[in-house]
């Protein structure tokens, strides 16, 4: 019995692990997304933090209009990022978890 729960923890802290291994390398993950006609062009990395934005020049005369590019923009990279993120993090959780009985979250 005891030897259940130890071999268990073991596998437990291994997901964890590969988890955080997971956590650091979509930091080095870009992803890329530009405005409809390229005015706009954001990066930022698959744990969502922004590395990059470059707005074209004849945007900032609007504040208005730049504001309404950039959340657009912005919106649509980090769904990105999130999509890749989230299905990164249920593989790392998932290849390390043990198999208990009902425990199957990510099928």
Known sequence: MFGDISG???KLKEA???VEETKKRLD???VDENSADDKIKVTLTANRK???ITIDDS???DAEELEDYLI???NKAIEKASK???NEMAIAAKSGMPNIPGMDMFK
């Open 84 to 86: 890749i993120n989230e």
């Open 16 to 18: 964890q692990q590969k």
């Open 59 to 61: 945007l900032l005369n």
């Open 8 to 10: 268990m923890m073991g």
């Open 28 to 30: 080095t993950v870009l």
């Open 72 to 74: 657009i923009t912005l």
């Open 50 to 52: 922004i590395k990059s």
